[in-house]
């Protein structure tokens, strides 16, 4: 039981905090799903942290800086961490909610109850500040009940504080759906909270030797009321930690500025996007922001100071030398996932890039098939807001890039099938693009949480068929749901059917539907291929 916060226990605290998220880290990216499994703010949480605990493993033979006590000076370390290596919104504001916390105790000589309650309140005021439109029902709740309950607490015992704060944060968890109107509808909690907990727990397990056992709250899913169902957003689709589905993907980026200029390209940000943070330290700021103008937002931080560790959606930009293009050459490049799907867009000639690419990595395999003139198809909206920007940024190194704006690998390849070298570049776009448009498309998966979904409740496990993005068709068995999608889209009309079958599809799947097909469609044509790609068992092409 310690009745004071040292630098031994701070580290302590860090490694176990990490832990916590690392066991967790499945459940909580699952909480910020709506209803397909795809998201990713524990995989956020624990790349900050992890950050945080290399700051602290890197510094662990030096003292303090003489500014510092030994447990502020580990405390800043730790915040220093998590600000360098911040990823996602959740993981930013973690960043700024630990440097509120060591600035308030950088120079405290001993770290017991009151000044435990004044660094979550001090914690909380950071995070708040940081975020350009503070959301209610998300981890700025958790912390704020963390911070009130300490206070009330009005103890000069440690433990006492620490297990007030926790208590109060889980209970501030637990409200979240009745604060944020997209929880409720989706039976969760908020993501960024629950991994907040986890910490906050963690520290009362450093302080006290006891580990509080805290399962996440059940929700049960809210209807939309009457008339309200199509604001549902579509299965499959990832939620975002916070912000509006306006804006298409996330930039960020540490910058070295001053003040003055942070505060007017803060002001610049605001105006373009949204889920805006901006923390800083010591010079150093760590820029977040959902927007649709990539481009745009990297020139704020360039008008504003030194931009570095440039990312767009996840990963960290570092672009390699451009070659120089041939002058009359052309080609084409594809995102898609899969090794089946990868192999078939190959031998129609693209380049493939693996799904969810940043900016950087698509125009760099842009760049790297010197070309002069590049078709690419995104197949994915994520994907295609991120091919606009590429297009921008070539077009400045002589490259001549065109958007085929293609939402599945079944529209690829179609639209592939029609370029032909000998017609004019623009010209081959617009077959490709007529052809693209032509395919419509459909996936399979299956629900990851009960949800409401526009075509009725699902529930964890079903099957779900989406055509064009939406929910058609909610199954219990594969097969079943597959061959009703399939008659659904055929009964529209189509003479070739391309199926891609994913890595976890049964065995008979291919058969199956085939065989149903020839059986029921004598006259239409069939091509089924082995997509491999994940979490879609099946992918679906109608021309």
């Not at 491999?532 to 099946?538: A, C, E, S, T």
Request: aromatic share 2%; charged share 20%; glycine share 10%.
């Amino acid at each position: 039981m310690l009745d004071t916060l040292d630098a031994a226990a701070v580290r302590r605290w860090c490694a176990s905090g990490l832990a916590a998220l690392k066991r967790h880290q499945g459940e909580i990216d699952d909480l910020n799903v709506f209803p397909v499994p795809d998201g990713d703010t524990g995989t956020n949480l624990v790349l900050t942290l992890t950050s945080a605990q290399q700051a602290l493993t890197m510094d662990l033979d030096t003292v303090a800086d003489g500014t510092s006590t030994a447990h502020g000076h580990a405390l800043r370390l730790m915040a220093r961490g998590a600000l360098l290596g911040a990823r996602g919104n959740s993981g930013v504001i973690l960043s700024q909610i630990l440097r509120g916390f060591a600035d308030a105790l950088a120079t405290t000589p001993a770290v017991r109850g009151p000044e435990l309650a004044a660094a979550l309140r001090a914690a909380t005021a950071a995070a708040y500040s940081a975020v350009a439109r503070p959301v209610e029902g998300t981890l700025l709740s958790v912390v704020s009940a963390a911070a009130g309950a300490a206070e009330r607490a009005d103890s000069e015992q440690l433990r006492v504080v620490a297990r007030a704060a926790a208590g109060a944060a889980a209970q501030a968890l637990a409200r979240t759906p009745e604060q944020l109107p997209a929880l409720a509808r989706a039976g969760v909690v908020d993501a960024g909270g629950r991994g907040l907990c986890l910490l906050l727990d963690a520290l009362v397990e450093v302080i006290t030797g006891e580990s509080p056992q805290r399962p996440v709250p059940v929700v049960e899913a809210v209807p939309p009321a009457a008339g309200a169902a199509r604001s549902v957003p579509p299965a499959a689709t990832a939620a975002r930690e916070t912000g509006s589905p306006e804006y298409a993907y996330e930039v960020q980026f540490l910058l070295d500025a001053e003040p003055e200029t942070v505060r007017r390209m803060r002001d610049t940000l605001d105006a373009l996007g949204d889920s805006l943070v901006v923390v800083g330290d010591e010079g150093t700021w760590q820029v977040h922001v959902h927007v649709n103008d990539v481009g745009a937002a990297i020139e704020a931080g360039v008008v504003a100071g030194r931009p570095y560790q440039i990312s767009v959606t996840r990963f960290a930009d570092q672009r390699a030398p451009a070659p120089v293009p041939a002058p009359d050459g052309r080609a084409a490049v594809v995102v898609a996932a899969g090794a089946g799907i990868a192999e078939l867009l190959t031998a129609e000639g693209a380049v493939v890039v693996p799904g969810n690419p940043s900016t950087g990595e698509l125009l760099e395999a842009v760049l790297s098939t010197g070309a002069a003139r590049v078709v690419v198809l995104p197949n994915d909206p994520d994907a295609q807001a991120v091919a606009n920007q590429v297009a921008e940024e070539a077009q400045r190194v002589g490259v001549k890039v065109s958007v085929v704006p293609t939402r599945s690998p079944v529209q690829a390849l179609a639209a592939l099938a029609v370029r032909d070298p000998r017609r004019h570049f623009e010209d081959d776009v617009i077959a490709m693009a007529e052809a693209a448009g032509a395919c419509r498309y459909a996936e399979v998966c299956h629900a990851g949480r009960d949800a409401l979904t526009v075509a009725g409740p699902c529930h964890a496990g079903d099957v779900l068929a989406l055509v064009e993005g939406e929910v058609h068709l909610i199954g219990a068995d594969l097969i079943d749901t597959c061959v009703a999608l399939v008659d659904g889209m055929l009964g529209g009309g189509g003479e070739l059917v391309t199926l891609l079958v994913g890595a976890d599809a049964p065995d008979e799947l291919t058969d199956a539907v085939c065989t149903h097909i020839a059986r029921r469609w004598p006259f239409v044509e069939v091509q089924a291929y082995p997509g491999g790609q994940p979490r879609y068992p099946l992918l679906v092409g109608v021309e």
